[in-house]
Structures are given as C-alpha cells and as structure tokens.
C-alpha cells in the first residue's frame, strides 16, 4: 500500500527519525563524495500553483544528485483545477510519474490529489501544513543540540502568527516529544488562529511521546529557550495586513537581540525563510553567529532527499534475476525486428 507524505500526523515517531536518519545519512554520503544513485531512472513530477525558491530547488536538485529526474509543473502549465479534474490530474500523472510533490494554496487539493493517484505524493505546502519545511528544521535542530541535551530535552519556541509552519512545527515537536512552545498574540482575528483542533493534536501527540506544549502571550514563557523560531508577519493566502497593522500586532514577537537573551546559554534562531528583516527579525539576529537560518535552508535538499527515498522504497523492489530476465525478454523482441542491442 503507497504512503503519502500529508502531514508528519500521519506517522509515528519512529517512522520520522527514520526518513530524518536516512536524510542525515544521505546527505554525509555526498558530501564524502559519493552521490547514491537511489533515485536512477525515477520521474518526479512538481506541481506548483505557487512560486518558490527552497522548495523547487531543493526537490530538483536531490533528483538530479540521485540520478533521477523532475519535471516542474508551474502555474498555467497543467490543466490541475482547471478543464480537467484534481483527481483525474492525479491518475494521469500515476502513469507518467514515479512520485509526486505538489505546492498548493488549499489543503484539500493535495488530499485530493493523494487520493486519486496510485504513487506518492508530497505535501511541498498547503494552507495547513508544510511538513517537508519541518523535517528540514529539525535535522537542523539536531545537528546543532546544546551540549548535553537530546531533541527531546530541547525547548523550541516558535515566534509571531501562527502560521502553517507554526502548526507544523508544533506537530513535529510534539510527535518527537520535544518541548514546543507558540508565543504571539491569541484572539486577534487578523491572525491565523490556533484552533481546538490544533490543541487536540497536540495533546495526543504528547501523550504517546512525552512531549509538551504551550500557547502564550506571556514572555516570561520563553525563558530558557534553546531555539527561536519565526515565520513572516502575514498569512500567505488571505488578504495581508498593512505594514502599520502588522508591526502593531506583531512587534511584541520580533526577535531581537532582547528576545535571544532570554533563551538559554548558546541558544538558536531558525527562520524558513524568507524573511521580512526589520519586521519579524533583526539584520542583527539574522546574520549573527547563532543564527541557523542558512543551515536551515540548505537542509531543505536533506529532507527532500530522505523524504524521495523513503517513498519511493517499494518502487526499487526488484531482485537482480527479475532485472535479468526482463532486459533478456526485452532483448528478444528488439533482436527480431532487428533494433542494435545497446
């Protein structure tokens, strides 16, 4: 049975530090030199109905380092949505493809699109989650622990609007029993709301893990942080707020050189990037020495190795005497009508 990769709620803990291990390892293979040609003779196709910098890049380039291939399919270029169905899209590319990421404004068009196909699909961002932005955040996060601690003993403090990455990283966290916390304003409807379905998942996910949570408006909550988080000031597919309204709204949570100094000796920013600077972070944060957020980006192309790898598994399936006895079946038929063999 395919698996799709929705939202990191659909896996178990051990199922994550799988695909964040086999990213890890893949990433210090090529880095040594050696590029796994995990992904040879694969077709990925990338549905995109928004831009993107990271996300296109990062899935392109683990496609092409693993001897695969994408096909980009920007807005106008496909008929998703339009004269043809989501899920007609869907089984078309089933044919064509071997694994497919998509990049939409609304969750329920990647649901869909899962649904009706027959290979994977990757959720590259919706409207409710970007789970492939947080596998990156957390191979970064372990990568750079404080001395002494493991994941799960870290304090992560995400900053601001609660966005989709908000949510997500709340997800992942809580999944792998870290200890999340959301500090930014609650009740204002001009922000994205953290909602009775949020908070449900997240105390499900701390029960099986150990986790904790907490949603604050209270700075005193982000004592002893080991990582600050935050995302842009506005929501990506409302109507977006003023320049004046969001600095309004939003300049309690900038991270600043005041905020960092509240979190533990030594502790970090991330950022998904890209970021407003002067508004959700200062130039001096951004750029300083405990800054991760390039790191973090970089990281990107980690997690999209991993994340093709681990679904496409069951596609590389084939003992060497199924390989043989195909290419020899192959061989017969191009020897009758006379084609030259190779």
């Not at 959301?182 to 001009?190: A, C, E, I, Q, S």
Request: aromatic letters at 10%; one cysteine or more; a negative charge.
């Amino acid at each position: 049975m395919k698996k799709d990769f929705i939202t990191v709620n659909d896996f178990t803990k051990e199922e994550l530090l799988e695909i964040i291990e086999v990213s890890r390892a893949i990433k210090k293979s090529i880095k040594e030199g050696y590029y796994p040609p995990l992904m040879k003779n694969m077709t990925l196709a990338m549905i995109f109905q928004q831009s993107s910098t990271r996300t296109r890049c990062s899935f392109e380039t683990a496609m092409t380092q693993m001897g695969g291939h994408a096909q980009y399919l920007g807005p106008g270029m496909i008929q998703l949505g339009g004269h043809e169905t989501i899920e007609d899209t869907g089984r078309v590319l089933s044919g064509l493809c071997d694994i497919i990421m998509a990049r939409v404004i609304e969750h329920k068009t990647v649901v869909s699109l899962a649904n009706a196909t027959s290979v994977p699909v990757i959720n590259a961002m919706s409207d409710y989650t970007h789970p492939t932005q947080v596998i990156a955040d957390v191979i970064t996060m372990m990568e750079n622990l404080p001395a002494g601690k493991k994941f799960e003993d870290c304090k992560i403090v995400f900053c601001g609007d609660f966005t989709q990455v908000a949510a997500s990283l709340g997800f992942i966290c809580t999944k792998l029993g870290a200890n999340f916390v959301f500090y930014g304003p609650l009740g204002n409807p001009k922000t994205q709301p953290f909602t009775p379905k949020h908070q449900k998942i997240f105390e499900e996910n701390c029960k099986v893990s150990g986790g904790t949570w907490k949603v604050t408006e209270d700075e005193k909550d982000v004592e002893g942080a080991d990582f600050f988080y935050t995302d842009v000031w506005y929501g990506l597919y409302e109507a977006e707020l003023t320049k004046e309204e969001r600095t309004e709204i939003f300049k309690k949570y900038q991270v600043n050189r005041e905020l960092m100094a509240k979190g533990a000796i030594g502790c970090k920013f991330l950022h998904c990037l890209p970021c407003t600077r002067g508004e959700d972070v200062t130039d001096e944060v951004a750029d300083s020495a405990s800054s991760l957020c390039w790191e973090e980006a970089w990281n990107r192309l980690t997690a999209m190795r991993g994340l093709l790898v681990y679904f496409t598994k069951d596609r590389r399936k084939y003992s060497e005497t199924h390989k043989q006895a195909a290419k020899e079946d192959l061989d017969k038929v191009l020897e009758k009508y006379g084609y030259d063999l190779y």
